[in-house]
């Protein structure tokens, strides 16, 4: 097995223990994009790489594994930090694209 798999591997292994220990998602310790829904009306999106549309419609977000998009009505950023955007508005649809 090469090193660079096997660094892989150890770190997969750490994180999930570390998961496991704090009782959090492996996903957050991973850098992986976190999707909360409240509702139809507001969806916080953590880990994000940036916006790569945004129209009232839809909210297209860069992501470590792809690209998510959000569509609906009256959408609107209320909130947009370094690693986390809050889009609120009525939400249709929210889903990875197919890449």
Do not use: D, W
């Not at 829904?37 to 994000?48: A, E, P, Q």
């Not at 790489?49 to 690209?67: A, D």
């Amino acid at each position: 097995m090469n090193n660079k798999k096997r660094l892989r591997e150890l770190t997969r292994e750490v994180i999930g223990s570390l998961a496991q220990t704090f009782e959090i998602e492996e996903g957050m310790l991973s850098g992986e994009m976190t999707v909360e829904m409240v509702g139809r009306r507001s969806c916080r999106l953590t880990n994000h790489r940036g916006i790569i549309k945004y129209t009232p419609e839809e909210v297209r977000i860069k992501t470590e594994s792809g690209v998510f998009r959000v569509c609906g009505e009256m959408l609107k950023i209320k909130g947009l930090m370094a690693e986390e955007i809050i889009i609120e508005g009525i939400i249709e649809n929210a889903a990875y694209e197919e890449v």
